[in-house]
């Protein structure tokens, strides 16, 4: 009975501890947001605060002793971090550790538990789950769980960071399946057999109606290496197979310029990276099914094969196409073709007839049994026709077509399932390729061919999603990089060891050679470092002027307001409760007037895309004025949002708003910049929801500030969150609780 007596008894003590935590942060220690004063009134509570923090607008902290801040920590306006909270089984409490340099975004929310490693970003509106580590460099967007999106502490890879999610996920399983059968074998997975050479391309003296262009330039020649291969069969040569051609195309310094991958056929039977994947799981009877609604695939499939005598008497096909450059600026997609010099080989040397729907799994139907031939006999013609007088020769092609200006026509032409019209985009010669020297087996198996492999005259198309037609070549360039460097035990990147393990396969890499893993004890310069005199200023001065300046200029709007009541009924004897509702409005009328004009003194007016550091006097002079805006907010203007005063105050304060064509605002998150907003004709936005035309995001200490734009009958939901250059268009919705990102544009 003592023992619960005594739990009820400290429930008791800590609820009135908490209640006077919160009424102390509400009434006064909120003012002090963004100022060494805050960072001392958190030690004073039993909080650890580092050095040279940014604590912005959070929430009221109820047990400060378990929160530990280290050195250059950003907590953004509106963040929450939370050490305890009440459930059905009582208080749960935690430790939350946020380390050097990390930032918490806009309504970021941090649970008990919680540790962020050096130099974490948690994104607006994210969560770090309770009981979790946030990994070192890591930026972590979503909830209820947050996902690291990229690493800033691993080798950069940009293929991988343009990619949306779904692309990425696609791709690391991808990726993964085909590195854990490299690591098996030992060698590639496609085209693991060929024969090589080396040579030279020399393009001819005149291409008529070839606009000039750096590389492709009349007259010049260009040292080659050259790497035929059979796609799948590395027993046999007589098994139908598709055949390939690589080519690498070398700088006058010997320095590898491009790479082109060419195979027979003049189309490839999946469009999209998703299409290939989803190709490569599914069974024969699911792969069927689909031709029979796709004809084009199956041609695309059949006309890929070939029965081959010669490497040498294919024709070779890129399927994929890059975007040329020219010299006068103009941009057209460019596919290759490779055919042998002698005309008599057509492009049906070595078809194979269609025989079913698809064709056989490689390796299914046997060579002749009268076919004498040794099973690797490919090579060994290659190596002769090399050393013969005549050598090996080739002419190279290109099909050229003007960059469409609709999305749906670019779409199209990037589909590589489906060859262009040749009567259209017929191809023509530009050159021819010589072979005159043969690459040892060694040799040949240790080449390396990079699809991304380019220059700016001659350019990879990039995609962000799976679906797209040009993810076919983006996606595959990255497959093929992870793959060689497991096959050739080279050390794998940190960005793409990452890229793998957060797949959902799992591949074994103890035997491959990784990237030196990062020093946990570099010392790093403190992002938000700032002089001693800045810290004085944070510590004296800027808190003096956050409490002083709203309180005394809101006093002195309300003594003359006042002073005129008491006046009145001492003269006029007129009830003083009749004059209380006067009083207030138009106490909170000059509130706002005030606020407005101490808005232009203090701040100005900011510009879109404009940049300032964190620790300036810009920053300082709108800090002070927000605390202005937030007293203003909660004596008077909070209640009028939704109504025509709360318009005309944003006006006043800068805003482009229709305030007398139905503009509708209910949130004093719409006013964090006013004049950097734009609400057009029926534009909506809800209660609690938060426009921010500001953003700090970790980069050398630096604030930078976009306009927010919605337009006719846009619509941003309740608590909403839209971060600088968001715009809402005609009759578009961010819908309640949502997120729009930087720059994004919300339908």
């Not at 009975?1 to 800590?14: L, Q, R, V, W």
């Not at 691993?154 to 343009?162: A, G, L, P, Y």
């Not at 399983?173 to 693991?192: M, Q």
């Not at 796709?294 to 081959?308: E, V």
């Amino acid at each position: 009975m003592s023992g619960n007596e005594e739990m009820s008894t400290s429930s008791d003590k800590t609820w009135l501890l908490h209640r006077i935590v919160i009424a102390s942060h509400l009434r006064f220690a909120k003012f002090l947001s963004g100022t060494e004063a805050f960072c001392m009134h958190l030690r004073c509570m039993g909080a650890k605060i580092g050095q040279h923090c940014s604590i912005r607008a959070i929430n009221p902290v109820s047990d400060p002793q378990l929160i530990s801040l280290a050195n250059g920590v950003h907590l953004g306006d509106f963040s929450r971090v939370v050490p305890g909270y009440y459930t059905s089984s009582g208080y749960v409490s935690g430790k939350i550790e946020i380390q050097d340099n990390s930032v918490v975004g806009s309504q970021g929310l941090v649970l008990p538990g919680s540790v962020l490693e050096n130099d974490v970003i948690l994104g607006a509106l994210s969560v770090a789950p309770a009981n979790k580590v946030l990994q070192r460099g890591g930026v972590f967007v979503g909830s209820p769980a947050a996902v690291m999106v990229k690493n800033t502490m691993q080798s950069f890879d940009d293929r991988i960071e343009e990619m949306d999610m779904k692309y990425r996920k696609v791709l690391g399983n991808l990726a993964a399946n085909f590195a854990g059968s490299t690591l098996k074998v030992s060698s590639r997975y496609f085209h693991r057999i060929g024969a090589a050479g080396k040579g030279f391309l020399r393009l001819y003296d005149h291409l008529p109606g070839f606009p000039d262009h750096i590389i492709f330039s009349p007259g010049k020649n260009y040292s080659i290496i050259m790497r035929h291969s059979n796609c799948l069969s590395s027993d046999d040569d007589a098994r139908l197979d598709p055949r390939g051609a690589a080519i690498r195309i070398l700088s006058d310094e010997n320095s590898p310029l491009l790479d082109l991958t060419l195979k027979t056929g003049n189309a490839f039977h999946a469009r999209t990276i998703g299409d290939f994947a989803m190709w490569l799981v599914c069974g024969a009877a699911a792969r069927e099914e689909h031709v029979k609604h796709a004809p084009h695939i199956r041609d695309a499939m059949w006309g890929s094969l070939r029965q081959a005598d010669s490497y040498t008497e294919l024709h070779y096909y890129s399927n994929i196409c890059r975007l040329f450059r020219f010299k006068d600026g103009q941009e057209m997609y460019v596919k290759f073709k490779l055919r042998p010099f002698d005309k008599r080989f057509g492009e049906d040397s070595g078809k194979v007839e269609p025989t079913g729907i698809l064709p056989p799994e490689t390796g299914a139907i046997p060579r002749d049994e009268n076919d004498k031939r040794p099973l690797l006999f490919l090579a060994d013609d290659f190596q002769k026709r090399v050393n013969c007088p005549d050598r090996v020769r080739y002419v190279l092609q290109l099909q050229i077509r003007p960059v469409p200006d609709d999305e749906i026509a670019r779409e199209i032409a990037l589909d590589c399932t489906k060859p262009w019209d040749e009567t259209e985009f017929p191809h023509f010669d530009v050159g021819e390729i010589t072979i005159d020297q043969v690459l040892t087996k060694g040799e040949s198996e240790n080449l390396e061919f990079n699809p991304f492999l380019r220059c700016h005259e001659v350019d990879v198309i990039r995609a962000s999603s799976c679906n797209q037609s040009a993810s076919m070549d983006h996606g595959r360039s990255v497959v093929y990089a992870i793959c060689q460097n497991l096959r050739n035990k080279k050390p794998l990147p940190e960005s793409w060891r990452t890229f793998l393990d957060q797949s959902d396969v799992k591949v074994d890499l103890s035997g491959c050679p990784m990237a030196a893993t990062l020093e946990k004890n570099v010392a790093k310069e403190v992002t938000l470092t700032r002089p001693w005199y800045i810290t004085l200023w944070l510590t004296t001065a800027q808190p003096f002027l956050q409490i002083f300046l709203p309180y005394f200029l809101i006093g002195l709007l309300i003594f003359f307001p006042m002073n005129s009541i008491f006046y009145l009924n001492n003269i006029q004897q007129i009830q003083m409760p009749f004059f209380l509702p006067l009083f207030w409005v138009s106490s909170g009328i000059l509130a706002g007037l005030l606020c407005a004009l101490s808005k232009w003194i203090l701040v100005g007016n900011k510009k879109d895309g404009k940049v300032k550091p964190i620790w300036s006097t810009g920053i300082f002079m709108d800090t002070t004025w927000q605390a202005i805006r937030t007293l203003v907010g909660d004596y008077f203007g909070e209640i009028t949002g939704g109504t025509f005063l709360f318009n005309i105050w944003m006006k006043l304060m800068g805003s482009k708003i229709a305030w007398d064509k139905g503009a509708y605002v209910d949130s004093m998150g719409a006013v964090l910049n006013p004049e950097l907003m734009k609400i057009e004709e029926y534009g909506c936005v809800g209660r609690e929801s938060l426009l921010f035309g500001h953003i700090y995001e970790g980069e050398g200490g630096k604030v930078k500030y976009g306009k927010i734009v919605i337009r006719k009958g846009g619509y941003v939901g309740s608590r909403a969150v839209a971060m600088p250059g968001v715009t809402v268009g005609n009759e578009g919705s961010l819908g309640a609780l949502s997120l729009a990102m930087k720059e994004e544009f919300v339908n």
